[in-house]
């Protein structure tokens, strides 16, 4: 009676909650605590509230006159009765459920919750932690088992918190049903108008019905413990609430009602803009990322699959009350206003329900973004008086019904749960992934989404074994290193290209590109069994018109999985990336695999057979890129161009001869140079790109630190202390090739590279549109700051390089022009300068405390601000890629593009071959020649070079 008096959980305490959960007909309420805490007499009263409520636990066998002797034996065994006896009360559909076991961590109520998920029953844990201070010494007196403080020591030392997969509101799964029988009806009604729309039928509603807030992963990343802690979401969890469902949404074979959030419910999706939502709702709805689109490392779960189907509950119950209507929608609402609930599928595959929102959420996110920022006469449609927005639910593309009959339903406030580990915890008894695990599964329960291993085929055979060892045999930090991991999933542009045979390699490190990457976006057409060079044409002009679609719309991963065995085909995407601003890291097949392509056509779907194979063998060509080095944070290079403008303003205010013009075009792809290697043109250049030291940072963060910045001849660069591993990156394993020399680094630019070899493709994605808000609000991602700022006369200037943010006005930005002559000069007063100050003679201005090192001739200027703050950015080291030609692969279809190309537009080759180079590609060489006169002689074996004849024919 005491502990009643104590605890206030809503399904208790509140009126209308427990009104609403006893009309609910399917909950489970798990009573958690150590013995002594109150479990007993929570439970009991939960009993009493709830008709035809069942309430076991394990103890009860040893409780009565036939009593067992506790042992270890009998204590697993009395476990086990409770988890049968839980699963078959779910099976005969019972409406409440109570266990009141310790269930101290999630190993223990693991089975509960996987019984919860896979029988569609929603869930709410009491735990009594959060109302009485558990001491050892006190739960000893009062449990009454006679149980002692060492016990109780060692048992509180277990306890953990329970976090959900993800926090939201469950309705009733009948008015779930309603709601999946109403989509049908518009469906049916939409396919009997006049139009050609016409939405697949639900073949799978096996589902948990569940309105998202926000995906908080367990609580294994500090910011989701916090939210799931915070009072807001503390005070509403377990409690009655009322959503309003506007309309349905199709995206690919998932169907969902689309929900929209009041104030209140906006602020448990746990962003913080949402919470200023009524004051600036504007400035909220143009949002970069919404609560429930940000995804952290997914580490180890057991997810179970829903048996729970709808469309059967909306047969049976003909007595069910219809919803309460409210008014119809004639205007979308604010996607950060937006939820949704999941009702089906159109596949006949069974649904995960993480896949399912991981496809759904950033994608209708950024779809009610665009629909909103377009004239309504194009956005949406009218078709027999249903407004319709999209034209189309396949490939991606969502489609969105305004229902005229918007309706008002119950839920309760609570988390969607699933077994998973912590670092306290291990896998349940009932576990079911891994290798290293037991299947063991709990009797008669239905099949388990880990339990099913991952098959593909291989040689007309399904080995998931197979496909782990062609995994095990990569080394690419992007899939074996944890940090690598992490920083990708936070890039925000990332462009991953996965090449070799269709096989089963291909598909399994597709499948683990995007279980390692939840933000990622694959689009794979489907290939037709028979096809001709038309169709196969058509389908990779698709391909690349859906990849622009995923990049205009600022995807933060997107996966692609063709074969691109020639430069040419991959050039293509390459040509899309350097244009909207995406980091590429090409996927090769593994050189131990490489020489199976025969054996590998067999695992072909498409049945090429051996010659076929053998042909594309033979033009299997390398992918170099222009240059290696790495690559930030698109956010991260913005705030550097932020600082720029900030210390520009500082001098600006006291020394208006020092300032330099400030940054009119910030078009830039933001990336570290390490070395210039030309498309591998030479053998040093390939013998580099091929290194072993290059092979292994290839694809793995790092961190980079910025102590200054410049302009040279109109170029604004950040300047970049390399620390001695980052510096051998420059030469290769021979460290022979020191690009560092000015001298050299021109003749590296100049011999083997012309502009009808290759084709540098403009940035159009500001980089400015990533900055920060200037009130500093977004201090949380803010760059770390360094204990001790870089001076001068500490820099070797061989381990100083440049990462491009802009050019001033009058100066039309070119990264292959910054780094020949601006970098060249830059170089050469660097060296000057940093030996004057190695020398202690001063030849800076300190202005703000900002270093300023100025040298002015005519026509010639280089300054040089040495920040009073040196910061460091995560990076990742990578290629900086563009399309050019080689001896087998010509231009590609995208070549020499303007500003705004189609994919399927192509000129006639006469027609490419008199349009010639695009303007202002050769005036590098001129920049050069003032600071190198050597370059004569090598622009003579650049002619020589360009003479061989083409096998193609020409020159």
């Not at 194009?378 to 309706?407: F, H, M, Q, R």
Request: proline share 5%; glycine share 6%; aromatic share 10%.
């Amino acid at each position: 009676t005491d502990v009643l008096d104590v605890v206030d959980f809503p399904c208790l305490a509140d009126e209308d909650t427990v009104e609403f959960l006893r009309s609910h007909g399917r909950v489970l309420f798990l009573s958690r605590g150590p013995p002594g805490s109150g479990k007993g007499p929570v439970s009991s009263r939960l009993h009493e509230l709830y008709p035809g409520s069942h309430l076991y636990w394990a103890d009860q066998m040893f409780i009565g006159p036939n009593a067992r002797i506790r042992t270890n034996e009998t204590l697993k065994e009395s476990h086990t009765v409770c988890m049968q006896k839980t699963a078959a009360y779910m099976e005969q559909n019972a409406p409440f459920l109570i266990i009141r076991n310790a269930n101290l961590n999630p190993w223990e109520i693991s089975p509960y919750l996987q019984l919860a998920a896979t029988y569609g029953y929603t869930v709410i844990i009491l735990d009594n932690d959060k109302h009485l201070a558990f001491e050892a010494q006190v739960l000893a007196a009062t449990n009454n088992k006679g149980l002692g403080v060492g016990y109780m020591t060692r048992r509180l030392r277990q306890w953990e918190d329970v976090y959900p997969f993800a926090m939201g509101w469950c309705p009733r799964p009948r008015d779930a049903a309603s709601l999946l029988s109403r989509f049908k009806e518009i469906a049916a009604h939409l396919s009997t108008a006049n139009n050609h729309l016409e939405l697949k039928s639900v073949r799978n509603s096996e589902v948990f019905p569940f309105c998202l807030a926000r995906v908080c992963w367990f609580g294994w990343d500090e910011q989701d413990r916090s939210y799931c802690c915070s009072k807001p979401v503390t005070k509403a969890y377990g409690s009655k609430d009322t959503i309003n469902v506007f309309g349905y949404a199709v995206l690919g074979d998932i169907v969902m009602a689309m929900v929209h959030l009041t104030d209140d419910q906006a602020v448990l999706t746990g962003d913080s803009q949402r919470a200023a939502a009524a004051e600036d709702s504007a400035k909220l709805d143009g949002s970069p990322k919404a609560a429930f689109s940000r995804f952290p490392l997914p580490l180890e779960f057991d997810e179970m699959r829903c048996a729970l189907d709808l469309d059967a509950l909306a047969t049976t119950d003909v007595h069910h009350q219809a919803l309460e209507e409210a008014a119809a929608y004639h205007e979308l609402p604010l996607s950060s206003r937006m939820s949704f609930i999941i009702l089906g599928s159109t596949s006949a595959e069974s649904i995960t329900y993480s896949e399912a929102v991981r496809r759904c959420s950033c994608c209708l996110r950024d779809a009610i973004l665009r629909w909103r920022d377009t004239p309504a006469s194009k956005a949406k449609t009218n078709i027999g008086g249903v407004v319709v927005y999209g034209a189309c639910s396949e490939n991606g593309c969502p489609l969105l019904i305004l229902d005229e009959k918007t309706v008002r339903l119950d839920v309760v406030f609570t988390g969607y749960y699933q077994s998973h580990t912590t670092r306290e915890s291990p896998r349940c008894q009932t576990w079911s992934t891994g290798g290293g695990s037991e299947k063991r599964g709990f009797p008669d329960a239905p099949q388990r989404v880990g339990a099913r291993a991952d098959k593909q085929t291989v040689g007309g055979t399904r080995s998931a074994e197979g496909n782990k060892q062609l995994l095990d045999s990569i080394d690419a930090p992007f899939v074996k290193d944890q940090a690598t991991q992490f920083f990708l999933n936070t890039h925000g542009r990332l462009l991953f290209l996965v090449r070799g045979p269709l096989c089963s390699w291909k598909r399994a490190m597709l499948a683990e590109l995007e279980n390692l990457y939840p933000v990622s976006r694959a689009y794979l057409p489907s290939m037709p069994r028979e096809r001709d060079g038309a169709t196969v044409r058509e389908l990779h002009e698709i391909c690349l018109k859906k990849t622009e679609d995923l990049m205009q719309g600022d995807t933060a991963m997107i996966i692609n999985n063709n074969k691109n065995f020639m430069v040419w085909e991959i050039s293509n995407f390459l040509t899309l990336a350097s244009r909207h601003g995406y980091t590429v890291i090409i996927v090769d097949v593994p050189q131990q695999l490489s020489s199976i392509f025969k054996a590998m056509s067999a695992a072909s779907h498409k049945e090429q057979g051996r010659p076929n194979t053998a042909f594309r063998e033979e033009h299997w060509e390398d992918v170099h890129p222009f240059a290696t080095g790495w690559s930030p944070r698109p956010k991260d290079a913005a705030r550097l161009l932020q600082r720029f403008r900030q210390l520009r303003k500082a001098l600006h205010t006291q020394e208006r001869t020092l300032t330099p013009g400030d940054v009119s075009s910030s078009r830039v792809f933001p990336f570290c140079l390490a070395r210039l290697c030309r498309f591998g043109r030479t053998p040093e250049d390939r013998d580099y790109c091929n290194s072993e030291k290059v092979r292994e940072a290839y694809g793995r963060s790092d961190t980079l630190r910025v102590f200054g910045y410049a302009v040279v001849r109109g170029y604004v660069f950040a300047l970049v202390e390399l620390s001695e591993q980052q510096a051998s990156l420059t030469r290769g394993d021979g460290g022979a090739t020191d690009t560092s020399d000015v001298d050299a680094l021109s003749r590296h630019f100049a011999v083997g590279i012309s502009p009808q070899s290759w084709h540098e493709v403009s940035c159009i994605v500001d980089l400015a549109k990533f900055s920060p808000e200037e009130d500093g609000s977004d201090q949380d991602n803010a760059l770390r700051k360094v204990a001790c700022r870089t001076s001068l006369k500490d820099v070797e200037p061989s381990r100083v390089t440049f990462m491009p943010l802009g050019s001033v006005e009058g100066t039309k930005y070119s990264y292959s022009e910054a780094v020949a002559a601006p970098w060249a000069l830059l170089s050469s007063r660097l060296r000057s300068w940093a030996a004057q100050s190695a020398e202690g003679m001063e030849c800076a201005n300190t202005v703000a405390g900002i270093d300023v090192y100025s040298y002015m001739k005519p026509g010639l200027r280089v300054l040089l601000l040495v920040d009073n703050v040196t910061v460091e950015l995560g990076v990742v080291f990578t290629g900086y890629y563009h399309p050019y030609t080689t001896e087998l692969s010509g231009r590609c279809l995208m070549w020499s593009r303007g500003a705004h190309f189609s994919p399927s537009e192509r000129l006639p080759r006469r027609q490419e071959r008199q349009r010639g180079p695009p303007e202002g590609a050769l005036s590098w060489r001129t920049a050069q020649q003032e600071h190198s006169p050597e370059l004569s002689k090598e622009r003579s074996q650049e002619r020589q070079l360009f003479r061989r004849p083409n096998p193609r024919g020409g020159h």
